[in-house]
């Protein structure tokens, strides 16, 4: 479906429904590919390729974590909220094997022991309190055990999009989002404790495949020497969304 009159086009920029009414538009609408409820759905797969054609989740690779109300977990310097839909660099975070595992294999798995490295270069952490912070502090824990929300235990390869709970290992609290509040109040596996992760796809993952564009092992490389500092967390250079598409592109120009 376009724009008939070329000339409207900012017009339909601003206002699609009007356009809809006026009779601006030609062509056949898309329609949704169908679906009986049961599997993955069609959709993910012409939405996410990349994704569906490698759907698991490896140590180093970015992901976002969505709450059941569809917001994902973001971090403003040390708070840790849940306000926006997107999932922009606040509310990206670096699978990271914890600085205890020993023996780790690429990729992360139910039962594993993991932190999750925020924008910042600080780690995901839960207080005594039971407050959820992103401070380099040592009362602040950051080592998180991942559980799949169906058959916790199976020690399955997390995939993108499973439902997960995540366990503070030395509390046992888990973390829960409320509203825009994130906190981890309680030893429960509900509805409040369920998250969705959803693993980030560089902009030429599609192209390229997923771990040829961001190299995860680089960066976790990095990620695995900063935790082991403990005066130097904040200096963690993670590569930027804009340095990752430069280096995309500049790729495919070489490659022409």
């Not at 596996?189 to 959803?198: D, N, P």
């Not at 564009?213 to 976790?220: D, G, R, T």
């Amino acid at each position: 479906m376009r724009v008939a009159d070329a000339g409207r086009q900012a017009k339909a920029a601003k206002d699609f429904r009007t356009c809809f009414q006026e009779g601006l538009l030609e062509g056949t609408a898309p329609t949704l590919p169908a679906w009986n409820g049961q599997g993955e759905d069609p959709l993910e797969r012409l939405l996410e390729p990349a994704a569906s054609e490698d759907p698991f989740v490896r140590y180093g690779d970015a992901v976002c974590l969505r709450c059941s109300s569809g917001r994902c977990i973001d971090v403003e310097r040390s708070k840790v909220s849940a306000r926006w839909f997107e999932g922009g660099d606040w509310q990206t975070f670096i699978v990271c094997p914890a600085s205890s595992s020993a023996g780790f294999s690429g990729a992360v798995r139910d039962g594993d022991v993991i932190r999750l490295l925020a924008h910042s270069g600080v780690s995901l952490g839960i207080s005594m309190g039971g407050k959820v912070l992103c401070r380099p502090r040592s009362s602040i824990n950051c080592e998180l055990t991942v559980l799949l929300k169906e058959n916790p235990g199976c020690r399955r390869q997390l995939r993108h999009k499973d439902e997960v709970h995540l366990q503070c290992r030395n509390s046992g609290r888990v973390l829960d989002v409320e509203g825009s509040r994130v906190a981890a109040r309680f030893q429960d596996f509900g509805e409040w404790q369920s998250l969705s992760i959803e693993r980030k796809l560089p902009p030429d993952a599609c192209s390229k495949g997923l771990n040829e564009a961001s190299a995860p092992e680089i960066v976790l490389e990095e990620a695995a020497r900063s935790l082991k500092r403990t005066s130097a967390v904040a200096e963690l250079a993670l590569p930027s969304p804009l340095r990752t598409r430069l280096a995309g592109a500049q790729a495919r120009l070489t490659a022409v």
